[in-house]
């Protein structure tokens, strides 16, 4: 079972920085694409972030040019990069991965257990 730790969340100003990190564990595996999400109070999840196995990057419209993700492969773990944070921003983010280890036909996605990020002055 790979096992996915988030951290990095917290409260911040209007303006201010925060760096997420989500390192995956849980034997030999190949992360492919990886990804941050977020869910708002009373709002649905959306897709922030996305990395594919070869390092190309996309973003939500809401993020571009604040935020950044990244991956370490020997460290298996996948960082979001956030810039310029506005109260909007305020959410639960969740990393996601989708892994395949020997034997498996298709990727398995599994998602972290979510942190908190707060803007507010």
């Known amino acids: 079972q790979v096992q996915l730790v988030e951290s990095g969340g917290g409260l911040v100003q209007p303006g201010e920085s925060l760096r997420l990190s989500c390192a995956a564990s849980?034997?030999?595996?190949?992360?492919?694409?990886a990804a941050w999400s977020r869910q708002a109070p009373g709002r649905q999840l959306e897709l922030v972030a996305v990395v594919t196995g070869g390092g190309s990057t996309t973003y939500a419209d809401s993020v571009k040019g604040r935020f950044t993700i990244s991956r370490e492969y020997a460290k298996n773990t996948v960082d979001l990069q956030m810039n310029s944070l506005k109260p909007e921003d305020t959410a639960v983010y969740y990393c996601?991965?989708?892994?395949?280890?020997?034997?498996?036909?298709?990727?398995?996605?599994?998602w972290g257990q979510g942190t908190h990020v707060t803007v507010s002055s």
């Open positions: 996601s991965v989708d892994v395949i280890r020997a034997g498996w036909s298709t990727p398995r996605r599994y």
């Open positions: 849980g034997g030999d595996f190949t992360l492919n694409v």
